[in-house]
């Protein structure tokens, strides 16, 4: 597993946005056909509204994107983490 990076949000809104951002990344390097699941997350308001919900209850929220033998998993977890993915003391 490599870790491609993180943000400090404070809010599930603020995460969420972060997670779509990166989304459209990732988005970005794959063929049309596999995009096509991770364009539509970027505008599902349903979809984001369970995922915030979920935030707000303390449940990490993942968006799992599988290409071949390769995964995305952009999460957001609520608690207190350093940007290198570890959790803080």
């Known amino acids: ?7 400090v949000c404070w809010t ?7 997670i779509g951002w990166r989304a459209g990344h990732v988005a970005d390097q794959l063929d049309d056909q596999l995009a096509r699941p991770v364009r539509a997350w970027i505008h599902d308001h349903v ?4 995922a915030s919900g979920q935030l707000a209850r303390g449940i990490t929220y993942s968006l799992v994107v599988c290409d071949g033998s390769v995964q995305f998993v952009l999460a957001a977890t609520p608690g207190a983490f350093d940007l290198d ?5």
Do not use: I, N
């Open 1 to 7: 597993m490599l870790w491609l990076g993180g943000q």
């Open 12 to 18: 599930p809104e603020q995460a969420l946005a972060w």
């Open 47 to 50: 979809e984001h509204q369970r």
């Open 85 to 89: 993915g570890d959790s803080a003391p």
